[in-house]
């Protein structure tokens, strides 16, 4: 499976973005997808995660109640809804296949895409 982010852009604090992932190639229900991001000189770090058989979401402590992760209508997107933006959400944003294993292990994921920058001025 292929993974194409997009949506990504500056944004002042405060302010909102919503990222999509659409998906290509065989399907993958079995498994979730999810959003991981990487800042710069910083390590990549887990943000969120839905599982693609019972909508089951997982969040990263630093994003819950301002990001939300969903399914789009069309089985093969999914969205990341991120409000209140903080200059520390600043980073590369990538989808990926989650398999199985600790969720908020960036090993865990697989078949990750090509990144979108997210930059949140103060």
């Known amino acids: 499976v292929q993974l194409q982010a997009s949506g990504g852009g500056l944004v002042q604090a405060g302010g909102s973005l919503r990222l999509s992932c659409v998906a290509s190639?065989?399907?993958?229900?079995?498994?979730?997808l999810g959003w991981l991001r990487q800042a710069p000189g910083k390590e990549r770090e887990h943000v969120a995660t839905?599982?693609?058989?019972?909508?089951?979401?997982w969040y990263a402590d630093s994003v819950k109640g301002r990001f939300t992760i969903s399914r789009g209508n069309a089985e093969n997107t999914v969205y990341l809804q991120m409000n209140s933006l903080k200059p520390e959400d600043t980073a590369v944003y990538y989808c990926a296949v989650y398999n199985s294993g600790y969720v908020c292990y960036t090993g865990s994921y697989t078949n990750w895409g090509q990144g979108t920058q997210v930059t949140v001025s103060s």
């Open positions: 190639g065989r399907t993958f229900s079995r498994y979730g």
């Open positions: 839905i599982s693609w058989n019972d909508g089951t979401t």
